[in-house]
């Protein structure tokens, strides 16, 4: 999966606080995760979250 920063993907699993879409902010061997509903950031290991993420959200898809 081709993740770059500042991208917002959508996650398999909804958040607690209702959402599903996460901005992209640190790409390594970890990857950053904001939460676009609530603000909570977390680190995931990459093999974790690129099996977490449903699909990269499109320019369109992230104004809706």
Known sequence: MDLHLHDHVELKK????GSKRWEIL?????IKLKCLGCGHELMLPRSR????IRKIL????KNR
Do not use: Y
């Open 14 to 17: 909804q958040h607690p606080c």
């Open 26 to 30: 640190r790409v390594g061997m970890d």
């Open 49 to 52: 979250a690129e099996k977490s």
């Open 58 to 61: 499109t320019e369109e898809e």
